[in-house]
């Protein structure tokens, strides 16, 4: 359901992004803004349909000096000076006047004024010409009318900056049909960067969860990686939350840093994801190099610059990643397939962003439409391992289950070895003592009857005993109400020659008795395997008078041996498959044991020294 609901916010979002980017009309403006520590001024006059032949000018003075106020401007005209295409705005001492010359075939109707980044505490616009002024997602307006011949042409404001790192001030002129056009497109853009970013924030969301669930590093760096990059497209889109005061507001340094981070932990993404050590050492030599490189520019670009940014060395370096991704598809790695394929949509978008190609025929930076793209694929990547990964668990699982069923094939046949013996031992006597009976004449009708019925007792006894074991091992799917101490008995009569032979006392203490409802024999296996872990301790530690105590109490059960106990650094490994204390063990029965009781029978098995050993104990 995530993978589908992140698939269909891809494909909205970037159907929408893709939509033509139509021009606004009937628009003069001046915008001045920051460029890598320059401050660009761009003017820009549309006049293709009702500002056609129509051409606003802008003007700038600069001066400290303080005698020059709005009631006066207009006596120093001639020091305005055509807006420079270079101009720093930051200056404390100087200030600013824009001129703007509507010119002399500028129509009649209303129009809108439109500022941001700076206040006009003064304007020669006649109060009679106002007709509204108000603030729309950061953006001061004020519409006004406009009389040919009997208003004035040329209109003067006194310029406040406001001190942002990075400024973007402009003044707009348009009119009314313009700008509700331009409020609609950036409400649409906005809709679309919503969902974009949403996207994002939920395909990073999803895979951290990814990671405390699974404990897979991959996950965390997607997760990290994504979150940067939700950071940068944030940043792009000049919708701030924060004060212009702010570190994070239009601060060079915290683009730097930000944009440096989502490539690092692209990189731990890419050698966790495509276990490059393993399968691609000279390549993963080559991305630690990378890592290095980029923490060594996060460190500088906090004090000067980022040199990887700023001569555009970035995007190249991560040509490297796409060679590591097509080198594991190659490898027949087929998570990789994805990964390549978001890896190369997110590269070609960056170098179009870089460029500034693509902006006339989408309706958003393309760099937004890549990260989104990207994140759906990635996630396709991380899903598809998990899938191998799961895979490859289930068939581990299938190897641990026939190999505790090789291991309790030994025990049974030990087991019946044991059985077996003493009728064997018997039989045999009978045999001898036929053949001296027959060699003394004294094989009569009588004594043969007798040794006769004696041996069809022992063959009888070894066949119930392979009915005993045959039973042990059948598999029941239902569950059944049953006696723990009748299910206990009959594990013991399978095993209680094998304790006579190794001496071991066995004990069974019953405080209370009721019937329960659940697998039984799968409880005999689960009390097989822990009475054959006891009795091999026992042995292994040549216990001096080795002892089994087993207690049943209401819905419990619990097997205590006195062979000296686990240490106490091993005691929660215990249950771990594959590990054992025994030398020659498989260590698979304790691990298949907890398997059987917790998923199988929803129960629980727990493990505890004593003082003189070690305690199992299953509560149903």
Known sequence: MKKLILLTITIVSTFLSLLPANELKDFAMVSIYEDRGKTIVYESNNSESFFKDIN???????????????????THDTQFNPVPKEEKFQDSNTTYWLKVDLGSTFPSGRFVYSYGDADFTDHTILPSQQLEKFVLDGMQSMKFTYTQRLDPQVYYFKLVPKHYRIPFRFVYVSTPETFYAYLAKDSHIQLILGLILGLIIMAGIYNGAMYYYNKDVSFLYYALMQLFMNLILYNFSGVFLWDEESFFCRNIHYEYVISLLASLFAILFTLSFLELKKHMPKLYTLTHYLAFVIVADIVVSLFYKSLLIEYYLLPFMMLALIYAGYKRVRQSYKPARFYLAGWIVLTIAVFLNIFGVG??????????IGAAVEAILFSLALSYKMRMVAKAKEEQKELLVHQSKLACMGEMIGNIAHQWRQPLTYLGYTMMNLKEAQKHGELDEAY???????????????????DDFKDFYAPH???????????????LEIMKNTFTHSDIEVKLVVIEDKP??????????VLLNLLSNAKDALIERETVHPKVTITINTNSVSIEDNAGGIKKELLHRIFEPYFTTKEGNTGIGLYMSKMIVERNMQSKLTVNNTPYGVIFTLRF
Do not use: C, G, R, W
């Not at 902006?359 to 937004?368: F, H, K, M, R």
């Open 56 to 74: 606003v000018s802008f003007a700038l003075l600069k001066s400290n000096d303080t005698a020059i106020q709005i009631s006066n401007i207009k």
């Open 359 to 368: 902006y006339e025929y989408t309706i958003i930076d393309p760099l937004y």
């Open 448 to 466: 043969l009857s007798k040794k006769v019925a004696d041996a069809t007792t022992q063959i009888d006894f070894m066949s119930q005993t392979i």
């Open 477 to 491: 799917k239902e569950k059944e109400d049953f006696s723990l101490v009748q299910a206990t008995h009959e594990t």
């Open 516 to 525: 329960i409802y659940n697998y039984k024999n799968e409880y005999k296996q």
